[in-house]
């Protein structure tokens, strides 16, 4: 019995002897594969200087540097001339030292302190840029501290996209001297809008033709109304709209409170004239022409359906 345990004793050391030599084994075949990688990373350090984070390494663009550097060289010395008039002018009104002008021109004496300094850092900068050629040499790594300091780029900041340019304004049509409608056979019925207009509507050969049909309430003051039809059969044809048109310039009339019937002239535009030396919407009328007599309060209803202007 104690031999047995002496021999399981002996077999204990022996295994666990072995298996700190195999793993001493594997640690050291493993080294070499260790100092490669560790090789290779420090093979891929580069000696350009550090950016502003102190990580990744990059390489400047000398000339868009000495750009931006010239750039904000001009730029703070307008701002200096801007800050040195608003310091004169508070020196010039003397406030009191505890007013509050007082603390802005102390404010603005700390400013212009600043970009003095400023500049005189960027006017160093800029001659020393002039006699480096690599983004990689000694000198560079020299200056880099006084521009990452200064926030330079070697590129201007990026412009904000400009804003959307707003729809010109569409130019209203031009004024029409009449309104439009529609009769119950589609056909257009011109309304002249003032005197003057009605004078236009009536014998203006753009807006009308010779043979469009003419109407006007008889013996009263109205609009001029033109029927666009220039056919001979429009009394027998369009009846409906001859009412139409009839009742409309009764409704643009002096005879639009009238509750009976009221006459109405109907003519072609050719034989309508204007007088040398007439009133505004006073015309001649010189041809043939028929007196329709329309009953206002019986065509009510049509006024309903053309008060819609289209035009």
């Not at 001009?74 to 200096?80: D, H, P, Y």
Request: proline content about 6%.
């Amino acid at each position: 019995m104690g031999l047995m345990l002496h021999r399981m004793m002996i077999f204990t050391i022996l295994s666990a002897a072995t298996s700190r030599t195999k793993a001493f084994t594997r640690i050291a075949s493993s080294q070499p594969r260790i100092m490669a990688t560790a090789m290779k990373l420090a093979s891929t350090k580069s000696d350009a200087p550090l950016d502003s984070s102190g990580g990744v390494e990059r390489l400047w663009n000398l000339k868009g540097l000495r750009d931006e550097t010239e750039r904000q060289h001009n730029r703070t010395f307008k701002k200096i001339s801007r800050v040195n008039e608003k310091l004169q002018k508070f020196l010039v009104d003397q406030p009191s030292e505890e007013s509050k002008e007082s603390v802005d021109a102390l404010s603005l004496d700390e400013e212009l302190k600043a970009l003095r300094l400023r500049l005189e850092s960027l006017d160093d900068l800029k001659t020393q840029l002039q006699s480096i050629r690599s983004s990689t040499s000694p000198e560079f790594s020299a200056v880099l501290p006084t521009i990452l300091s200064l926030n330079l780029a070697d590129s201007p900041p990026s412009r904000p996209p400009p804003a959307p340019k707003k729809p010109k304004a569409v130019a209203p049509a031009p004024r029409k001297p009449y309104h439009v409608y529609r009769s119950i056979d589609d056909i257009e019925i011109r309304v002249g809008r003032e005197a003057e207009d009605n004078d236009q509507l009536s014998t203006d050969p753009s807006l009308r033709d010779d043979n469009d049909w003419w109407l006007h309430v008889s013996g009263l003051a109205g609009s001029h109304v033109v029927i666009r039809y220039t056919e001979d059969d429009l009394f027998s044809r369009h009846r409906g709209t001859v009412i139409d048109a009839a009742i409309l310039a009764i409704k643009s009339s002096k005879a639009k409170s009238a509750g009976g019937k009221v006459p109405v002239t109907l003519t072609r535009c050719r034989n309508i004239s204007k007088p040398r030396g007439a009133k505004p919407g006073l015309v001649h009328v010189d041809g043939d022409f028929r007196t329709i007599n329309v009953d206002v309060k019986a065509e009510q209803g049509r006024l309903q359906r053309l008060t819609k202007v289209v035009d």
